[in-house]
Each structure stands twice: as C-alpha cells, then as structure tokens.
C-alpha cells in the first residue's frame, strides 16, 4: 500500500529541518553521560589514592615519633660518641708505642744465666710518641740497669752480658761495675751492674686500642690441647728456672751467715 503525506508542504519542510537536530542532540547527550561516568570513576580512583596516601602519611608521622623519642633517650650519649672519636687517636697512640713490660718480663726470666742472680732491676721505657711511624724503633731509646750477684767467675758476668744482648728487648749492653766481694757472702761473689737500651717497636703489640678482645686469662681456653699443653709447658720451665735461680741466690746470699755461725 502506498503511504500518503496529507501534512501539508510547510509542515513537511519544518520536521525534515528538526530531524536531525534531534540526532545531534542525543549524540551530545550519549556523550556527555559517557563524560559524567568517567568523571566519577577518576574521582573515585583519586580518592582512594588521597585515602591510602593519608594511611601512609600516619604511618610515617607514627615512625617519626617514635625515631624522635629513641633520638630523646640517646641524646645524652651523643657527646660520649663525639668524645670517644676525639680521644681513639690518642688512645691509639698510646698502644702502638707503648713497651710490652709483660712480654720483656717472661724473656728475662729465661734468659738469666743460672751462675748469676739478679738483685734489683731499674728501668725507664721511651717517651710516648703519638706520631711515631709503624715497625720503627722509638727514640731515644729506654734505660735498664740491672745489678746483681754472681759466682767468682767473671766468665759469669760476661755471660749475663751476652744474655741480655740476646733479647730483643734490650741492645747494647754494657757492664757498668763489676767488684769481688769477699766480705759479705761466706764465698767470693762478683757484685755487678750492667745497663741496656730498652727498645721498643711501634706497632709490635698492636695499633690500635680494643676493648671487646677476650680478657688473657680466657686466651689459652681457645688453644688446641696440644699447644695448651705445650704453653703449660712452657710455663712450668719458667717456673722452674725462676726457683732455680732463687735458690741459688738464696745459697749465695745466705752462706755467709751460715758461715758466721
């Protein structure tokens, strides 16, 4: 069937001019709600970013207050820390040129000839020296003097001579006195005296201070049983030489009283 206009031409003309205006109209309004939803979905997404941004703001404040209070309580040790870095360089100096009396001590025990007794021992070390260089000898050197008692051989004295020469301690060794007494003792002893440099060796006992080192008496109990055997060893013959010469200066020194009676 054949469809008829009866609207008349003017009419006709006004609706085919508003059509497409109407077709415009509802693409701008597809448009504009599809404008409207992705708004509100950048909104929501930037306000969950602001919401977990401001978590983590709290957390942080939380940290820093918490940081600022162990700040507050170690407050005090700041300056010790500042004091400590000050003083390790003098400290430091002060072991790396300091004389291992101890060490010095236990090699002449082994090395007093068995002829001879020591009577008194009298010793300066080397002045402290701050800047003095590593594995160098400090100068001046230190002074020992020993004076002692020995059998009526003078054999015997250049043989304590020799002795002390031979520790690494001491260097040019040099008998001051030597007199034979014939008074004092039941026998003829020669009393002598005989001085030495000190040496000492920057570095040789360590350079620098520690203080979390185990304490000496701890240090054998790391040894292996053999070499703790050996040091006990070792000790022991120190022991023994020690009471060997004590004895003998303890005969040499009693005779003449013995004698007298």
Do not use: C, H
């Amino acid at each position: 069937m054949r469809r008829i206009n009866l609207l008349p031409p003017e009419e006709r003309r006004r609706r085919a001019a508003v059509a497409p205006r109407r077709g415009v109209v509802g693409i701008v309004l597809i448009f504009g709600a599809l404008a409207v939803i992705v708004m509100v979905a950048v909104y929501v997404v930037y306000v969950l970013r602001i919401n977990t941004a401001e978590d983590q703001i709290a957390d942080l404040e939380q940290q820093i207050a918490q940081q600022n209070a162990r700040l507050a309580e170690l407050a005090p040790y700041r300056d010790l820390q500042a004091s400590l870095d000050a003083k390790k360089p003098v400290a430091d100096g002060i072991v790396r040129t300091r004389f291992a009396w101890d060490e010095y001590l236990q090699g002449l025990a082994f090395v007093i000839p068995n002829t001879t007794a020591l009577q008194s021992m009298t010793a300066t070390a080397s002045p402290i020296n701050l800047t003095a260089e590593v594995e160098q000898p400090l100068s001046p050197p230190g002074v020992v003097t020993f004076s002692g008692v020995s059998l009526p051989q003078f054999q015997n004295v250049s043989d304590f001579v020799i002795q002390m020469n031979n520790l690494r301690y001491l260097s040019n060794s040099t008998l001051t006195s030597a007199d034979l007494d014939r008074e004092t003792f039941a026998r003829p002893a020669i009393n002598f005296e005989v001085s030495s440099e000190l040496v000492t060796i920057v570095g040789e006992s360590g350079t620098e201070l520690r203080i979390d080192e185990d304490s000496p008496s701890d240090s054998t109990d790391s040894l292996p049983s053999d070499q703790a055997s050996a040091l006990s060893a070792s000790s022991a013959s120190a022991s023994a030489s020690a009471s060997a010469s004590a004895a003998s200066q303890y005969a040499v020194g009693n005779g003449g009283a013995g004698g007298r009676r």
